[in-house]
């Protein structure tokens, strides 16, 4: 996996200054996909103070350090680079109430979404899969990581849909299980159409599932 060299230099700093850190998320998920990332986040086992100070003289922006991120305002721009972390208590069924920073990049990666947004990539150790992303990609599907996780987040569910028309995935039918027993009253994938961002192209792929699943379509999907 080739970094681009903005990336690839802070990774490279924070590693000499002895904090385990990868590339995440989105941008290991498209780079495998053969897509070229638009974003490249990155996380570390630095806490926010040890970050400072790595990059202590260079353009950042602290506005997020509080819950453990640091942007740097790279030449080709900003990198996002987040503490290892965990989440609890989503009382807004959105945003986590709590943040406890990690030294273990498991416990971050187990916090994400689905497998294919779970995996991370460091040029020093690899790639890190600790939930199947890699053969999901290959088996073409979008599963949630964790049932907990997946369930206190209802737009997860929005994101799944997205996900699996933007690439022409499917939807693990856990993943959609699990959604229905959170929200017996309705079973409702929220579908929202966009052409800018591919969703079409995984629409008639995708209406068999979400209609066997109880799943509302909404007006004008099933003719496209």
């Not at 400072?52 to 030449?75: Q, W």
């Not at 997205?162 to 079973?187: L, V």
Request: charged share 30%.
């Amino acid at each position: 996996m080739r970094l681009p060299e903005d990336a690839a230099r802070a990774l490279e700093k924070l590693e000499s200054a002895g904090w385990e850190s990868y590339a995440v998320g989105g941008c290991v998920r498209d780079s495998l996909l053969g897509i070229e990332p638009h974003d490249w986040d990155l996380c570390t086992a630095a806490p926010p103070e040890a970050m400072k100070k790595v990059f202590a003289g260079e353009r950042v922006i602290e506005t997020g350090l509080k819950h453990g991120t640091l942007t740097l305002l790279a030449p080709s721009g900003p990198l996002e680079i987040t503490t290892f972390r965990t989440e609890s208590g989503y009382s807004d069924c959105r945003h986590p109430d709590r943040v406890s920073f990690v030294r273990d990049i498991h416990a971050d990666l187990a916090r994400r979404d689905f497998t294919v947004n779970a995996m991370a990539y460091s040029p020093v150790r690899g790639l890190r899969d600790d939930f199947g992303g890699r053969e999901d990609i290959r088996k073409r599907v979008i599963r949630h990581v964790d049932e907990e996780t997946f369930r206190r987040d209802p737009l997860r569910a929005m994101r799944a849909a997205q996900f699996a028309a933007r690439f022409d995935f499917a939807i693990a039918p856990e993943t959609i299980a699990s959604h229905i027993a959170q929200h017996p009253e309705c079973g409702v994938f929220c579908v929202v159409m966009s052409g800018d961002t591919g969703f079409y192209s995984g629409t008639k792929k995708l209406l068999p599932l979400l209609k066997a699943c109880r799943v509302r379509v909404l007006p004008g999907l099933s003719s496209m």
